[in-house]
């Protein structure tokens, strides 16, 4: 086993994400159907929150002696998952472009946002 795949492991218990299947994917091109561009993510999460079970994809280069925090910051996305798929099944019910417009900047700055602070609190709390 990897860093990565041990941190995620360990960011799952501590974080009590114990009732999720997380399969760890160490090609991120599977996840964009090998279409990369230069600002894809380094991590892609795939999740069914329903069905607690996600699939992990990242990759192992870019995120080189980052693996810990880097499993940190994806835990926390997972945690907050449901929120994301419950605030993309309301937009897919506002008709139009207007609808994918708002979840974008939803998810690239509002849950990003909200996922970038508790990485860092959750992070800074784990390092003492």
């Not at 279409?35 to 380094?42: F, K, L, M, T």
């Not at 999740?47 to 080189?64: C, G, M, T």
């Not at 499993?71 to 998952?81: D, K, P, S």
Request: aromatic fraction near 8%.
């Amino acid at each position: 086993m990897g860093k990565f795949e041990a941190a995620v492991h360990r960011w799952q218990r501590r974080l009590e994400l114990m009732d999720w299947q997380i399969d760890i994917i160490a090609d991120i091109e599977k996840a964009h159907d090998g279409e990369i561009g230069e600002h894809a993510p380094h991590v892609t999460l795939d999740a069914l929150p329903a069905y607690k079970r996600v699939s992990l994809f990242y990759a192992p280069d870019e995120i080189k002696g980052e693996e810990d925090v880097t499993a940190c910051h994806e835990m926390i996305h997972l945690i907050c998952e449901p929120l994301r798929d419950v605030a993309e099944d309301a937009l897919n019910h506002v008709p139009g472009r207007q609808a994918r417009e708002v979840y974008g900047r939803w998810t690239s700055t509002s849950l990003e946002s909200v996922v970038s602070h508790l990485t860092r609190l959750f992070y800074r709390g784990r390092r003492g």
